[in-house]
């Protein structure tokens, strides 16, 4: 298996191209079942998780065709063209949905436009139960009927299709706001999502299903007013460019010291963290093409962090957070109150030599002058990445292993920290 080796100590100067939002482009991946017509995305990252959704959308008997790949030199992203018009199967096995939580997604779609899905429950990150309550009882209260079965979400519309009505989240969810948008777009009559997430990527998948003939109203907000509509068109998207990927490369100049414009990155989907980084004293100035950020690799103001929903902190910059204050100059307290359990990094961040004391969902990060290299593993998405910022400072070598995690959902992370002058590479064994 490929693992990553860090040597520590090169500060980042350059431009690092920001691709697509992985969190955007699944599921506008999947808004291509509701329409008959060819859906063509445009800037899709090359990622392991894009690739798993479409081995489950060709399983549906949905045609995808790369139209254009990505350049090395542009990092443009893809563009690839769906076409849904022949669905053979409304069932998404669970060898292929267990690999991805977002995969579970689809219920909407065929629920909406077929009147029936069988889904496999959902797997992914372990990084919390992550149980789907809000996404059947939104799918109930559209009129849908639920049955769970041999680890299967069975669900049926009622005769004439799903019926519009009110949902109200008692938290928000990203993926059950997605969800029942897409349920709703095709439902008759009027939805209205109360509590919805209203993360960039929403907006995103919203802004598209807009162009494809859907009505909602109250975009950016947390309440979404969705008027169905019979039948929705093919379109050409644009996935927006990944908040979490530009403020992960951020913190990494943030730890290193340097340089580097984040090109196509921008500061207002990230505004909560742009806050944080220039109170800790990173320098951070918004310019025509992205967002420039400078820092000299010193130790940073210790400044307290809360993750919550859009537009607060968000919980996919946690890891990558505390691995940048494991050096600052003082103790700071992050505080997770998106997943129960999203501190796997702690102990391999420990390994480093950095002090980190967790209870409950609170952990306390003492600074300390300096990160020793060390043989760590990746065990989530967003955990793994964090090892990487703190191999960039740590003394001597890191090796960093299990990095299938990283290729879910960074596209072309070494070369772009390459590029910029880390010393890093993949080994395989
Ligand atoms: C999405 C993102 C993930 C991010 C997360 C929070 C994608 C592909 N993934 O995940 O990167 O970390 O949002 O910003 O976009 N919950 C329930 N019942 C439900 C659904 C959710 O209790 O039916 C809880 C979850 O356990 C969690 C919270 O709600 O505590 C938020 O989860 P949610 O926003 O749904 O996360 P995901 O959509 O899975």
Same mark, same amino acid.
């Given at each position: 298996?490929? @693992? ?12 690092? =191209?920001? #691709? ?30 894009? @690739? ?18 990505? !350049? ?10 769906? !076409? ?5 199967? =409304? ?12 995969? $579970? ?8 436009? $077929?009147?029936?899905?069988?889904? #496999? ?7 919390? *139960?992550?149980?789907?309550? $809000?996404?059947?009882?939104?799918? @109930? ?5 639920? +049955? ?7 669900? @049926? ?63 950016? *907000? ?50 909560? &963290? ?13 310019? +025509? ?16 962090? +809360? ?5 607060? $902190?968000? *919980? !996919? ?8 204050? =494991? ?38 990060? #003492? ?6 290299? &060390?043989?760590?593993?990746? =065990? !989530? ?19 960093? #292993? ?28």
């Amino acid at each position: 298996m490929d @693992k990553i080796r860090i040597i520590g100590g090169n500060q980042l100067n350059g431009e690092i =191209t920001i #691709s697509g939002a992985k969190n955007a482009a699944l599921p506008l991946m999947i808004a291509s079942l509701l329409s008959e017509e060819k859906l063509i995305l445009n800037n899709v990252p090359a990622l392991a998780d894009v @690739k798993q959704l479409q081995k489950i959308l060709e399983n549906h008997g949905v045609e995808i065709n790369i139209l254009e790949n990505s !350049d090395d030199d542009d990092m443009g992203g893809q563009s690839i063209s769906f !076409d849904a018009k022949t669905i053979t199967d =409304t069932c998404a096995p669970y060898e292929l949905v267990s690999a991805m939580r977002a995969s $579970f997604w689809v219920i909407g779609p065929l629920l909406a436009r $077929f009147g029936e899905a069988k889904v #496999s429950l959902p797997g992914g990150c372990a990084i919390g *139960t992550r149980p789907v309550d $809000f996404f059947l009882d939104g799918l @109930k209260s559209l009129g849908a009927h639920i +049955e769970i079965a041999d680890g299967y979400v069975i669900a @049926k519309a009622p005769k004439g299709g799903l019926r519009g009505n009110r949902v109200h989240f008692p938290k928000v969810s990203v993926g059950a706001t997605h969800t029942i948008m897409m349920a709703a777009v095709l439902a008759d009559g009027i939805t209205i999502i109360e509590n919805a997430a209203r993360e960039p990527e929403i907006s995103n998948v919203a802004n598209c299903l807009v162009a494809m003939g859907a009505k909602i109203s109250g975009i950016d *907000t947390h309440t979404l007013t969705i008027e169905g509509v019979s039948k929705l068109h093919g379109a050409n998207f644009a996935v927006l460019p990944d908040r979490i990927e530009a403020g992960t490369f951020a913190m990494a100049v943030a730890m290193s010291g340097g340089n580097v414009l984040m090109k196509r990155g921008r500061t207002s989907d990230l505004q909560a &963290a742009v806050d944080v980084l220039i109170e800790a004293g990173v320098e951070i100035e918004q310019e +025509e093409d992205g967002f420039r950020v400078i820092a000299n690799g010193a130790g940073l103001r210790p400044i307290d962090v +809360e993750t919550d929903p859009f537009p607060g $902190f968000p *919980t !996919d910059l946690q890891a990558q957070y505390m691995a940048l204050m =494991t050096r600052s100059a003082g103790v700071v307290n992050i505080k997770e109150t998106i997943f129960e359990n999203r501190f796997m990094h702690v102990a391999e961040l420990s390994r480093f030599g950095a002090d980190i004391k967790v209870d409950g969902q609170l952990a306390v990060v #003492s600074g300390v002058a300096r990160l020793h290299g &060390a043989q760590v593993m990746a =065990t !989530d998405l967003r955990a793994s990445v964090s090892l990487v910022i703190a191999g960039l400072v740590a003394d001597g070598q890191t090796i960093v #292993s299990r990095i299938y995690h990283l290729d879910r959902g960074f596209e072309r992370l070494e070369e772009k920290l390459r590029r910029c002058g880390a010393d890093i590479e993949r080994i395989s064994d």
